[in-house]
């Protein structure tokens, strides 16, 4: 019997304009009422996706930032902080380079520099940084980073950024985290492994969790759990992860599959 249900957010749960699928309430409310626990799982910032489910602040689970800060009720449950000077050299590295955008994540906000924040992607940059802060320097920064994130805005993060990072990764995580962006957190620390840090917590069996993505930043979500679904617009390597597939973001295929498990008497 499924105990939680776990879900990406850009590209799975949301459409492709970035909207709540219709029936988000009701669906929710049946999950509810058999006691079945929803999580919102994201390279988002926390704030990001409270603010994205206002109602249900206190009723999810959020797990943010690829899995480095889990927070329910407010409270924070998990977090995996990256080594300060480290986290430096990476971001820094960058900063001269035109047409990409870095992004020091913190606990409490994210940060951009002042000469680097572009204006003309301020709605793409708001959509996982609601908290966000410029600054001069990054060195400046009060806060624990738990990701750095990197943006370009043609679309084609695989073959400009990802290889500017492809020797850190014996020693980091880094991901490609959609066409847009690349993702570096500590080496082990993604979804996957804040997922098996709720079960853990939670009591919660490998086989009494679902959940859904379409990128690679949901690789290990999925091999943590035995109901995995790919989106049916997922990246290719996903649908070879993924133990099953399901229906397009834009055919709201997570509630629609949710609706089909809940029929089947699995939640």
Known sequence: MIKLILSDMDGTLLDEAGNMP??????????????????????RQYQSLVESFPEYADKFLFISDNGTMVRQHGQEI????IERQNALRLINSVNDMDGIYNVFCGKKKAYMLKGKHPEKY??????????LELVDDFAAV??????????????????????LFAQE??????????????DITNKGANKGMA???????LGIRFEECA??????????????VYYSYAMDNAYPDI??????????NAENGVLWQIEQLIAQGLC
Request: aromatic share 14%; net charge negative.
């Open 169 to 182: 990764q014996a020693e980091m995580q880094v991901v490609l985290a959609s066409a847009y962006w690349v």
């Open 22 to 43: 219709a029936g988000f309430d009701d669906v929710m409310a049946q999950l509810h009422e058999r006691g079945v626990m929803f999580a919102p799982a994201s390279g």
């Open 211 to 224: 959940a859904f993505g379409d990128y690679m930043n949901d690789k290990e979500m999925l091999e943590s």
């Open 142 to 163: 009060d806060d624990d980073p738990i990701k750095v994130s990197f943006f370009t805005a043609a679309g084609d993060a695989d073959t400009k950024i990802f290889p």
């Open 122 to 131: 301020f709605d793409e940059l708001q959509k996982y940084f609601r908290e």
């Open 78 to 81: 998990f977090s995996d902080v």
């Open 239 to 248: 649908k070879e992860i993924a133990r099953f597939t399901t229906k397009s």
């Open 195 to 201: 997922v098996r840090k709720v079960q853990d917590r």
